[in-house]
């Protein structure tokens, strides 16, 4: 599988970006968004499963989306409301279990990031 992450870009407070994710091969997996901040570990943002079931980190939810088209083979991170400290590169990642969808050392597959900056 190989991930194709792209729509990052520089941003004001308060606005809104939507970062794609591109997959390659099968469709039936785990996606999920994580990011990682200057300095900081990588982080959980989202993941969708390949019944739409998803899943939100506290400090995104109700501000994020997830997203996915099975026929694109595309899954969609719509983010509004952004916030200075969501300033990050963002990755997109794959795996095939529904185990540990939060925990990014547990995916298998990792697109390239995507630099997200919120201005304040």
């Known amino acids: 599988v190989q991930l194709q992450a792209s729509g990052g870009g520089l941003v004001q407070a308060e606005g809104s970006l939507s970062l794609p994710c591109v997959a390659s091969?099968?469709?039936?997996?785990?996606m999920g968004w994580f990011r990682q901040a200057p300095g900081e570990e990588r982080e959980f943002v989202a993941a969708?499963?390949?019944?739409?079931?998803?899943y939100y980190a506290d400090s995104v939810k109700g501000r994020y989306t997830i997203s996915r088209d099975i026929a694109k083979n595309t899954v969609y991170l719509q983010m509004n409301s952004l916030k200075p400290e969501d300033t990050a590169v963002y990755y997109c990642?794959?795996?095939?279990?529904?185990?540990?969808?939060?925990?990014?050392?547990?995916?298998?597959?990792w697109g390239q990031g995507t630099l997200v900056t919120v201005s304040s």
């Open positions: 969708i499963t390949w019944s739409n079931n998803t």
């Open positions: 990642a794959a795996k095939s279990t529904l185990v540990a969808v939060t925990t990014w050392g547990r995916y298998d597959y």
């Open positions: 091969g099968r469709r039936n997996y785990v």
